[in-house]
């Protein structure tokens, strides 16, 4: 579950907000590192559901994502 205010939420539904696997914002809009989410101790996010709807939007989006840690490694 994540707790977001409504404006980031529309983005997050949207593809606008991806996560990473470490839970660092990436706005897709933008194609930039945002902050890193915060994340409460009893909270657990399974990474594989973060991943899944990472790979969702990213691969509906057709423009490159730079900011993704993958395409940095490439690079």
């Not at 529309?10 to 470490?22: E, K, P």
């Not at 989410?37 to 991943?51: A, T």
């Amino acid at each position: 579950m994540l707790c977001l205010c409504p404006n980031c939420h529309v983005r997050f539904d949207g593809g606008a907000f991806v996560l990473t696997d470490d839970l660092t914002i990436i706005d897709t809009v933008k194609d930039r590192l945002e902050a890193k989410l915060k994340h409460h101790q009893w909270h657990y996010i399974n990474s594989d559901h973060v991943r899944h709807r990472r790979l969702h939007w990213t691969r509906r989006n057709p423009a490159p994502l730079t900011a993704l840690p993958s395409a940095q490694e490439s690079r």
